[in-house]
T-cell receptor
Framework: DGGITQSPKYLFRKEGQNVTLSCEQN?????MYWYRQDPGQGLRLIYYSQIVNDFQKGDIAEGYSVSREKKESFPLTVTSAQKNPTAFYLCASSIGTAPTKDTGELFFGEGSRLTVL | AQSVTQLDSQVPVFEEAPVELRCNYSSSVSVYLFWYVQYPNQGLQLLLKYLSGSTLVKGINGFEAEFNKSQTSFHLRKPSVHISDTAEYFCAVSAPTGRRALTFGSGTRLQVQP
Protein backbone atom coordinates (compact mmCIF):
# COMPACT_ATOMS: atom_id res chain seq x y z
CA ASP A 1 0.00 0.00 0.00
CA GLY A 2 1.27 3.46 -0.88
CA GLY A 3 1.36 5.97 1.90
CA ILE A 4 3.26 8.02 4.43
CA THR A 5 4.83 6.48 7.51
CA GLN A 6 5.71 8.57 10.53
CA SER A 7 7.67 7.30 13.51
CA PRO A 8 7.62 7.19 16.41
CA LYS A 9 3.92 7.65 17.12
CA TYR A 10 4.62 8.83 20.67
CA LEU A 11 7.83 10.42 21.92
CA PHE A 12 8.88 11.86 25.25
CA ARG A 13 11.79 14.24 25.59
CA LYS A 14 13.54 16.00 28.40
CA GLU A 15 14.08 19.72 28.16
CA GLY A 16 17.31 20.57 26.36
CA GLN A 17 17.33 17.48 24.16
CA ASN A 18 17.05 17.39 20.40
CA VAL A 19 14.71 14.82 18.87
CA THR A 20 14.20 13.69 15.29
CA LEU A 21 10.86 12.64 13.84
CA SER A 22 10.93 10.34 10.86
CA CYS A 23 8.74 10.66 7.74
CA GLU A 24 8.92 8.27 4.80
CA GLN A 25 6.68 8.16 1.73
CA ASN A 26 6.36 5.66 -1.12
CA UNK A 27 3.91 7.68 -3.21
CA UNK A 28 6.67 8.96 -5.50
CA UNK A 29 5.69 12.52 -4.58
CA UNK A 30 8.17 15.33 -5.07
CA UNK A 31 6.89 17.66 -2.34
CA MET A 32 6.85 17.00 1.40
CA TYR A 33 5.69 19.07 4.35
CA TRP A 34 5.78 19.25 8.13
CA TYR A 35 2.89 20.74 10.08
CA ARG A 36 2.45 21.31 13.79
CA GLN A 37 -0.97 20.93 15.38
CA ASP A 38 -2.01 22.48 18.67
CA PRO A 39 -5.54 22.43 20.12
CA GLY A 40 -7.70 25.22 18.69
CA GLN A 41 -4.99 26.43 16.29
CA GLY A 42 -5.37 24.17 13.33
CA LEU A 43 -2.26 23.13 11.41
CA ARG A 44 0.70 25.45 11.04
CA LEU A 45 3.43 24.93 8.45
CA ILE A 46 6.94 24.35 9.81
CA TYR A 47 9.01 23.45 6.72
CA TYR A 48 8.37 22.20 3.23
CA SER A 49 10.43 20.75 0.42
CA GLN A 50 9.42 20.78 -3.22
CA ILE A 51 12.38 18.78 -4.48
CA VAL A 52 15.33 16.76 -3.18
CA ASN A 53 18.13 18.80 -1.59
CA ASP A 54 15.94 21.87 -1.30
CA PHE A 55 13.58 23.09 1.44
CA GLN A 56 11.97 26.31 2.62
CA LYS A 57 10.86 27.68 5.96
CA GLY A 58 7.19 27.77 6.69
CA ASP A 59 5.39 30.02 9.13
CA ILE A 60 6.86 28.65 12.38
CA ALA A 61 10.33 27.33 11.48
CA GLU A 62 12.21 28.68 14.51
CA GLY A 63 13.61 25.89 16.65
CA TYR A 64 13.23 23.23 13.94
CA SER A 65 15.48 21.84 11.22
CA VAL A 66 14.97 19.46 8.28
CA SER A 67 16.88 17.68 5.55
CA ARG A 68 15.83 16.23 2.22
CA GLU A 69 18.61 13.96 1.00
CA LYS A 70 16.27 11.41 -0.54
CA LYS A 71 12.96 11.81 -2.33
CA GLU A 72 11.24 9.38 0.06
CA SER A 73 12.45 10.87 3.33
CA PHE A 74 11.95 14.22 5.10
CA PRO A 75 13.01 14.01 8.77
CA LEU A 76 12.24 16.82 11.20
CA THR A 77 14.52 17.69 14.12
CA VAL A 78 13.01 19.52 17.06
CA THR A 79 15.92 21.33 18.67
CA SER A 80 16.38 22.56 22.21
CA ALA A 81 15.80 26.08 20.85
CA GLN A 82 12.12 25.32 20.30
CA LYS A 83 10.49 26.93 23.33
CA ASN A 84 7.25 24.97 23.39
CA PRO A 85 7.76 21.71 21.50
CA THR A 86 4.93 19.67 23.01
CA ALA A 87 2.53 19.15 20.09
CA PHE A 88 1.21 16.76 17.47
CA TYR A 89 3.39 16.74 14.34
CA LEU A 90 2.04 15.80 10.94
CA CYS A 91 4.02 14.97 7.83
CA ALA A 92 2.40 15.21 4.41
CA SER A 93 3.26 14.98 0.73
CA SER A 94 1.87 16.22 -2.58
CA ILE A 95 2.63 15.56 -6.24
CA GLY A 96 4.77 18.69 -6.43
CA THR A 97 6.94 20.07 -9.23
CA ALA A 98 4.46 20.24 -12.13
CA PRO A 99 2.19 23.18 -11.23
CA THR A 100 -0.45 22.14 -13.71
CA LYS A 101 -0.82 18.83 -11.91
CA ASP A 102 -0.29 19.82 -8.31
CA THR A 103 -3.39 21.35 -6.74
CA GLY A 104 -1.74 21.32 -3.34
CA GLU A 105 -3.80 18.32 -2.21
CA LEU A 106 -1.96 16.75 0.69
CA PHE A 107 -1.65 13.15 1.76
CA PHE A 108 -0.97 12.80 5.48
CA GLY A 109 0.82 10.40 7.77
CA GLU A 110 -0.68 9.27 11.09
CA GLY A 111 1.26 11.83 13.11
CA SER A 112 3.79 11.86 15.94
CA ARG A 113 2.92 13.17 19.39
CA LEU A 114 5.87 14.78 21.17
CA THR A 115 5.71 15.50 24.87
CA VAL A 116 8.42 17.40 26.71
CA LEU A 117 8.79 16.38 30.33
CA ALA B 1 -1.26 35.09 0.86
CA GLN B 2 -4.39 33.16 1.68
CA SER B 3 -6.23 32.75 4.97
CA VAL B 4 -9.09 30.57 6.17
CA THR B 5 -11.67 31.21 8.87
CA GLN B 6 -13.79 28.47 10.33
CA LEU B 7 -16.51 30.27 12.14
CA ASP B 8 -17.46 27.59 14.67
CA SER B 9 -14.96 25.86 16.93
CA GLN B 10 -17.55 23.28 18.04
CA VAL B 11 -20.83 22.12 16.54
CA PRO B 12 -23.04 19.79 18.61
CA VAL B 13 -25.79 18.02 16.70
CA PHE B 14 -28.13 15.09 17.25
CA GLU B 15 -27.82 11.91 15.22
CA GLU B 16 -29.75 11.95 11.91
CA ALA B 17 -30.00 15.75 11.95
CA PRO B 18 -28.50 17.87 9.16
CA VAL B 19 -25.30 19.81 9.75
CA GLU B 20 -23.39 22.68 8.15
CA LEU B 21 -19.78 23.54 8.99
CA ARG B 22 -18.85 27.02 7.83
CA CYS B 23 -15.66 28.09 6.10
CA ASN B 24 -14.68 31.46 4.65
CA TYR B 25 -11.44 32.22 2.88
CA SER B 26 -9.48 35.27 1.84
CA SER B 27 -7.30 35.41 -1.26
CA SER B 28 -6.32 37.86 -3.97
CA VAL B 29 -6.11 35.08 -6.55
CA SER B 30 -8.23 32.12 -7.53
CA VAL B 31 -7.91 29.20 -5.16
CA TYR B 32 -8.35 25.51 -4.68
CA LEU B 33 -10.43 24.52 -1.64
CA PHE B 34 -10.39 21.40 0.51
CA TRP B 35 -12.14 19.82 3.47
CA TYR B 36 -10.29 17.27 5.58
CA VAL B 37 -11.48 15.13 8.51
CA GLN B 38 -9.36 14.06 11.47
CA TYR B 39 -10.25 11.33 13.96
CA PRO B 40 -8.53 11.36 17.39
CA ASN B 41 -4.76 10.84 17.27
CA GLN B 42 -4.77 10.24 13.53
CA GLY B 43 -3.69 12.07 10.42
CA LEU B 44 -6.02 13.99 8.12
CA GLN B 45 -8.15 12.37 5.43
CA LEU B 46 -9.48 14.21 2.40
CA LEU B 47 -13.28 14.57 2.35
CA LEU B 48 -13.65 16.61 -0.84
CA LYS B 49 -12.04 19.31 -2.95
CA TYR B 50 -13.01 22.13 -5.28
CA LEU B 51 -10.64 22.81 -8.17
CA SER B 52 -12.89 24.28 -10.85
CA GLY B 53 -16.19 23.70 -12.63
CA SER B 54 -19.39 22.84 -10.76
CA THR B 55 -19.65 24.76 -7.52
CA LEU B 56 -21.36 21.85 -5.73
CA VAL B 57 -18.81 19.23 -4.80
CA LYS B 58 -19.64 15.79 -3.46
CA GLY B 59 -17.25 13.89 -1.25
CA ILE B 60 -16.93 10.73 0.79
CA ASN B 61 -19.23 9.65 3.62
CA GLY B 62 -22.21 11.61 2.22
CA PHE B 63 -20.64 15.06 2.65
CA GLU B 64 -20.91 17.84 0.11
CA ALA B 65 -19.74 21.45 -0.09
CA GLU B 66 -20.66 24.47 -2.15
CA PHE B 67 -18.17 27.00 -3.45
CA ASN B 68 -19.53 30.54 -3.39
CA LYS B 69 -17.09 32.95 -4.99
CA SER B 70 -19.03 36.12 -4.24
CA GLN B 71 -19.20 35.26 -0.54
CA THR B 72 -15.74 33.63 -0.50
CA SER B 73 -17.23 30.63 1.28
CA PHE B 74 -16.95 26.86 1.07
CA HIS B 75 -19.40 25.46 3.60
CA LEU B 76 -19.57 21.73 4.30
CA ARG B 77 -22.94 19.99 4.65
CA LYS B 78 -24.41 16.61 5.40
CA PRO B 79 -28.17 15.96 5.36
CA SER B 80 -28.12 13.31 8.11
CA VAL B 81 -25.18 12.72 10.45
CA HIS B 82 -24.12 9.55 12.24
CA ILE B 83 -22.31 9.02 15.52
CA SER B 84 -19.28 7.97 13.47
CA ASP B 85 -19.07 11.47 11.97
CA THR B 86 -17.82 12.79 15.31
CA ALA B 87 -14.40 14.22 14.46
CA GLU B 88 -12.47 17.42 13.76
CA TYR B 89 -13.01 19.01 10.36
CA PHE B 90 -10.54 21.33 8.66
CA CYS B 91 -11.05 23.66 5.74
CA ALA B 92 -7.95 24.48 3.70
CA VAL B 93 -6.95 26.59 0.70
CA SER B 94 -4.12 26.65 -1.81
CA ALA B 95 -3.30 28.87 -4.76
CA PRO B 96 -2.26 27.76 -8.28
CA THR B 97 0.94 29.80 -8.06
CA GLY B 98 3.44 30.77 -5.40
CA ARG B 99 3.73 28.75 -2.21
CA ARG B 100 1.85 25.53 -2.80
CA ALA B 101 1.45 24.45 0.80
CA LEU B 102 -2.10 24.34 2.10
CA THR B 103 -3.25 26.98 4.57
CA PHE B 104 -5.63 25.53 7.15
CA GLY B 105 -8.43 26.92 9.26
CA SER B 106 -8.45 26.37 13.01
CA GLY B 107 -10.85 23.43 12.75
CA THR B 108 -14.42 22.63 13.79
CA ARG B 109 -15.17 19.88 16.27
CA LEU B 110 -18.36 18.07 15.22
CA GLN B 111 -19.97 16.26 18.15
CA VAL B 112 -22.82 13.95 17.17
CA GLN B 113 -25.05 12.99 20.08
CA PRO B 114 -27.48 10.05 20.17
Amino acid sequence: DGGITQSPKYLFRKEGQNVTLSCEQNLNHDAMYWYRQDPGQGLRLIYYSQIVNDFQKGDIAEGYSVSREKKESFPLTVTSAQKNPTAFYLCASSIGTAPTKDTGELFFGEGSRLTVL
Amino acid sequence: AQSVTQLDSQVPVFEEAPVELRCNYSSSVSVYLFWYVQYPNQGLQLLLKYLSGSTLVKGINGFEAEFNKSQTSFHLRKPSVHISDTAEYFCAVSAPTGRRALTFGSGTRLQVQP
